[in-house]
C-alpha cells in the first residue's frame, strides 16, 4: 500500500508549472522517496527473515544487482522520452508509471498473498 500512496505522490510533481509551485514537487518528491523508503524497508525485512543465513548474502547481491542495474535503463528510457516527447510529457508519463506497478501487484491474486509457502 505504500507503493501505492507513494506512486500517488509523485503524480504531485507534474502540477508544477512555475517556480511560484514548486511546493508541488517538492511534495510528490517527498511522498514518491517515503513510500520508497517504507517499501524498501518492508521488502528488505522479508528478505532476510525467509532467506536461510548461508543464502542471504547471494539474494541482497542478487537484488541490488537486478535493480541497481536496471537504473540505467529507466534514465536512459527517460532521458529519450524527454527528449522526443518533452520533459513536462517525460515527467507526466514517469510519475503516472509509478502508480502501475502496484495497482498491477493489488489486482493480481499473487500480489494479495500474504504467504508463499
Known amino acids: 500500500m505504500t507503493a501505492l500512496a507513494g506512486g500517488s505522490a509523485a503524480l504531485l510533481a507534474p502540477l508544477t508549472t512555475t517556480a511560484a509551485d514548486a511546493y508541488w514537487f517538492a511534495l ?20 532476510q527473515t525467509a532467506s536461510p543465513p548461508e543464502l542471504l ?32 510529457a517525460a515527467l507526466w508519463t514517469v510519475c503516472a508509471a509509478a502508480v502501475l506497478p502496484p495497482l498491477y501487484l ?12
Open 106 to 117: 493489488l489486482t493480481f491474486p499473487a500480489g494479495r498473498r500474504r504467504d508463499f509457502e
Open 28 to 47: 510528490g518528491n517527498a511522498g514518491f522517496a517515503f513510500g520508497v523508503a517504507i517499501g524498501s524497508i518492508t521488502t528488505r525485512t522479508h528478505r
Open 57 to 88: 548474502s547471494r539474494v541482497m547481491a542478487t537484488v541490488r544487482f537486478v535493480s541497481w542495474g536496471a537504473q540505467p535503463l529507466g534514465a536512459l528510457t527517460a532521458g529519450l522520452l524527454a527528449t522526443y516527447a518533452g520533459t513536462y
